[in-house]
């Protein structure tokens, strides 16, 4: 049953974008960040930080 309730969320989410290719997955920054303001991404053996400022917006650093 979660399967059902996930794939319902995932197409909200993409009826919400509909200016996004819909084959683009989406993850709302509330997934990523979950409490906190800034996450770690590992690319090919580099770790980048995604921060929420505190205007709001998001910023890459590697």
């Known amino acids: 049953m979660e ?3 996930t794939e ?3 197409a909200d989410e993409l009826r919400l974008h509909s200016g996004v290719d819909q084959t683009l997955p989406v ?5 990523l960040f979950e409490n906190g303001r ?3 991404i590992e690319h090919e053996g580099s770790i980048y930080r995604l921060k929420i400022t ?9």
């Not at 993850?27 to 997934?31: A, G, N, R, T, V």
């Not at 505190?54 to 590697?62: A, E, M």
């Open 8 to 10: 319902g969320r995932r």
């Open 38 to 40: 800034e996450v770690g």
């Open 54 to 62: 505190k205007q709001g917006k998001l910023i890459l650093n590697k």
């Open 27 to 31: 993850i709302k920054s509330e997934s």
């Open 3 to 5: 399967r059902n309730n």
